[in-house]
């Protein structure tokens, strides 16, 4: 159970700032009755402090308030919306100083106020590849889907999965993944898709994946889990965890899905988040998922937090094992149509990290 608790508040400063002819009309407006209220995920009796996800979900409340600024570990966060998470990670139990503004347009009036969190970290890293031995990829951790699958795997994608060392190989510390426009085995473009199934299967956690993103119209990387049980259950019943995917065609921005029985395919349990540089510069996608909930963050910021308020096998399936898995997939449902000039586009990865 979550449990939330009402930040102590402590008034800094206030200042207004406008004609003396304007001063009565902007007092009657200034943003007032400022407060602040957390919920630290997996908190409960045992846990006050949260699940060691170090993940905390903030609600503002001000009256007359249009815009507001966080101040947290020297990081300045500017808000339009009164909600956002923040995931602390220094680990133990520390407090926190946040600095909360609160805005509007009626004479530049501003109310600082002060707060103190406490938040227990705990994750210990319990597997991880970073990619140090050229080559291919370590046998030990990574297996292969080859072949076209059913359907195009489930999604009419247009790619032949290999198992060479023109689509996945290990160079100068980064697992690429290779997208390729050519005939072979009587599909016009070739890929990969590892995956740990049978060779690292876990439950609950924390995954951080570094990567650099393909670009061209119709690729469709994704970076997900799978339930370990899915030779017996099938899907969607075995549940998947989409840490990330990208679609070529829609730059700019990444989504984070969770398929059920309860809601598969053009699932409702999704949300995006903008991104910048993403084919030009590493960024790191990770996921939190606890027994109550499953919360996806870009660069250590929580866009998304799916919390079904009631957990059976049809919203819930995420009690039992998963899988990791890296692919590159060229159109389909989600990649849409594949750029006619498309050549060749590769991810980068630097590390896959889990903690527990």
Known sequence: MK???????????????????????????????????????GADGNNPNGDGSGIVDFTISATNATSYKVLINNETIELTQNTFSYTFTESGTN?????????????????????????????????QDEFDQNGAPDSTKWGYNTGTGDNGWGNN????????????????????IIAKKEDYQGSEYTSARLLTSGKFEFTYGRVDVKAKLPSGGGVWPAIWMLGANFGTVGWPACG?????????????????????????????????TAINNETSEFHIYSTIWTENSITFLLDDVAYYTYDP???NDATWPFYNDQFLILNIAMGGNLGGTIDPNFDVSTMEIDYVRVYQ
């Open 3 to 41: 449990n939330t608790f009402l930040l102590v508040l402590t008034v800094l400063l206030s200042f207004l700032s406008c004609s003396s002819s304007e001063n009565e009309s902007a007092e009657l407006s200034l943003p007032s009755n400022l407060s602040i209220t957390g919920v630290k995920l």
């Open 157 to 176: 994608e247009s790619q032949y999965y290999t198992d060479r060392p023109d689509n996945a190989t290990v160079e100068n510390g980064v697992l690429k």
């Open 95 to 127: 407090d926190y100083d946040i600095l909360v503004v609160a805005y509007n347009s009626s004479g530049n009036t501003s109310i600082n106020y002060a707060i103190t969190v406490a938040v227990e970290t705990e994750l210990s890293l319990v597997w």
């Open 309 to 311: 308020a009631t957990k």
């Open 240 to 272: 998947e965890i989409d840490i990330m995917e990208y679609v070529g065609n829609n730059p700019g921005q990444i989504s984070s899905a969770l398929h059920t029985t309860s809601s598969s395919g053009a699932t409702v349990n999704h949300d995006v």
